[in-house]
């Protein structure tokens, strides 16, 4: 079971909750599970989300695996150009 942390919006998604416990192996399976329980959080997720594990931010890989016990953080993503 992993620890998420939350911050921003995606607090505001989970009914302002600062973490959430969710059992997930990838980031793919940890956005899809935290849609599931909190339907909310799809638009969050659709305007841009990083993940944070163990200090390292993921983008784009949603294949990335998660490890047992890792530091997650869900993260809004910043636009730039």
Do not use: C, W
């Amino acid at each position: 079971m992993l620890e998420i942390s939350l911050s921003g919006s995606f607090r505001d998604a989970a009914d302002g909750a600062a973490s959430i416990e969710i059992e997930a192996v990838t980031i793919r399976e940890l956005l899809r599970k935290l849609v599931e329980r909190y339907p909310r959080m799809h638009d969050r997720i659709d305007e841009g989300v990083a993940v944070s594990i163990n200090g390292e931010i993921y983008r784009d890989n949603r294949d990335q695996a998660i490890p047992e016990g890792a530091e997650v953080f869900l993260l809004p993503r910043i636009q730039g150009g």
